[in-house]
């Protein structure tokens, strides 16, 4: 519970605007030096802090990097406020530690919502084990406090070599890992992992500065889960990762969607995008894959593409039909092939909707509300 805060900005205008938002609600101290916030949170309960990036002879980036090495006080949650809104200042601001960061002038409702969020990040204890591969120990140190506050047990390895090792032993039950490290790639770890059946399922999300499709699509070809470009938020991190996990515990709570499509960049596209609007999701890369798992389960949705190897999205829609527990589901025909015959076609054998890739985020989850309600 976050009840005492300590402001840091050498603008008296700027601490007094903040103190205007916060007073009814929060127990408020203020500094306007590096020196003076020490002072302050050696000697006061402090259970947040807000400070500003630029100070007189210091900035908001070296204060948190002291004080995560400051094993007393290095938990303290910290959020940036900042004039600046270049790409680069955000990823400084994470990297040196901090929770979260705001634009100035500081949006009243952003940042209540942000505290709020902070709050709920003592999760209790979680019994999954993430493996951390980061050549900078900034990231890998960003990560791991994320992690923990979220519950995770956290293992740490700083190359792909030392990863391999320590996941043989370690046995993680997630994986986030860069590209780019000395001695061992992030792609040629994955390669070496992947060709242990045991580890074959493990998700690997990977974090990384680079973002060429090129890339993407190897990553994707050789079995990762997620591709997140750096700079990130580590909260927004772990709420991912937590939320494909808690599929596993939570089934029949949501509505459950199964996902078929044989392109694994447009299963990890389309899977991420209901996962983060709150749907269960289970996937599949082919239509006899699709119908073995209809053949067991009651789906709420069924998402197929039309061209999938073995059996394609209309016939997997007529043997559907023959099986009682999902005769009845709806489904829709997600497909690039946007030719009027074929989008008249799968009306034509049962879907209820189609629609065409690359699909546009708030179009789609608008129709799967619609269809669900009915």
């Not at 790639?185 to 060429?212: C, N, Q, W």
């Amino acid at each position: 519970m976050i009840s005492t805060i300590l402001i840091i900005d050498d603008s008296d205008f700027q601490r007094k605007y903040l103190t205007s938002i916060l007073k009814d609600k929060f127990s408020l101290y203020e500094a306007s030096t590096i020196e003076d916030a020490r002072n302050v949170y050696q000697s006061k309960k402090i259970d947040l802090i807000i400070v500003d990036n630029i100070l007189e002879k210091s900035n908001g980036y070296q204060f948190t990097q002291m004080l995560r090495m400051d094993k007393e006080y290095g938990n303290i949650p910290v959020i940036m406020a900042s004039a600046m809104d270049r790409p680069h200042d955000v990823q400084l601001g994470f990297e040196s530690g901090i929770n979260g960061y705001l634009f100035k002038p500081v949006n009243k409702e952003r940042l209540f919502e942000m505290i709020f969020v902070l709050e709920t990040d003592n999760k209790p204890k979680r019994k999954e084990k993430v493996l951390i591969i980061d050549d900078s120990k900034m990231i890998r140190s960003i990560l791991k406090r994320a992690f923990e506050a979220s519950g995770f047990t956290v293992t740490e390895a700083e190359n792909g070599k030392e990863g391999y090792e320590a996941a043989l032993r370690f046995k993680p039950d997630i994986i986030t890992c860069d590209i780019e490290m000395p001695v061992m790639t992030g792609l040629e770890f994955v390669e070496a992992f992947r060709k242990h059946d045991e580890f074959s399922k493990i998700p690997v999300y990977m974090i990384t500065t680079r973002i060429d499709d090129a890339l993407r699509e190897k990553a994707f070809k050789l079995g990762i889960s997620e591709y997140i470009a750096k700079p990130f938020d580590p909260s927004e991190v772990t709420k991912i990762i937590s939320k494909k996990l808690d599929v596993k515990y939570s089934m029949g709570k949501k509505p459950l969607i199964l996902l078929a499509d044989d392109s694994k960049a447009a299963l990890h596209i389309t899977e991420h995008t209901l996962l983060t609007n709150g749907y269960l999701v289970e996937t599949v890369r082919t239509g006899l894959d699709a119908l073995e798992c209809i053949k067991k389960k009651k789906y709420d949705l069924i998402i197929t593409d039309y061209y999938m190897p073995a059996m394609d999205g209309f016939t997997l829609i007529s043997e559907t039909k023959k099986i009682d527990i999902n005769a009845k589901t709806p489904f829709i025909i997600l497909s690039g092939a946007d030719k009027k015959t074929t989008i008249m076609e799968s009306f034509v054998h049962g879907a209820v909707d189609y629609v065409s890739k690359p699909f546009e985020e708030n179009e789609l989850i608008a129709r799967i509300t619609k269809i669900l309600e009915l």
